[in-house]
């Protein structure tokens, strides 16, 4: 019994230390609904437009500029399950380290999905570069930045 227990506790530890990506599994999935989401005409294309609609909407004073806290406190509401990372995704999104996203940053990120460099990232491209992004994370601490979603 008491061996049990240490077990239980020792699990319920290590989740709690832990980013929890069970939710995003199967990551290729996510990342295909993701596409969709953010693909506003349905074409299987996403273009630099849309990309950028998609930073509009953190970007909640219309500032061109998008802080960490104002990135997360969306995520949290619009995306919970993606809160845990989120801070993670900010510093993959702020390439200059100014602390704060701006379309530079995302135009940056739009062309790291861009592997042919064609201008375009179609689903493919999209749906891959967030496995990948999904799978370095997964075996990571909560983010030293993490507060819990409110």
């Not at 008491?2 to 996510?30: E, H, Q, V, W």
């Not at 995520?75 to 602390?99: A, R, T």
Request: with cysteine; charged share 25%.
């Amino acid at each position: 019994m008491k061996i049990t227990s240490i077990i239980i506790a020792l699990s319920f530890i290590s989740a709690c230390r832990g980013l929890n990506m069970t939710r995003l599994r199967p990551y290729d999935l996510t990342a295909e609904l993701m596409f969709i989401f953010e693909d506003i005409d349905q074409n299987g294309i996403m273009t630099v437009f849309e990309f950028e609609t998609v930073f509009d909407r953190y970007d909640s004073n219309v500032d061109g500029r998008v802080t960490r806290s104002v990135y997360t406190t969306y995520i949290c509401k619009s995306d919970p399950v993606q809160y845990e990372l989120s801070h993670y995704l900010f510093d993959e999104y702020d390439v200059d380290g100014d602390h704060f996203l701006d379309y530079h940053d995302y135009d940056n990120f739009y062309n790291k999905m861009d592997t042919s460099a064609d201008g375009l990232v179609v689903k493919t491209e999209f749906v891959n570069y967030w496995v990948l992004l999904f799978q370095k994370y997964e075996n990571s601490d909560i983010h030293p930045m993490s507060t819990l979603c409110r």
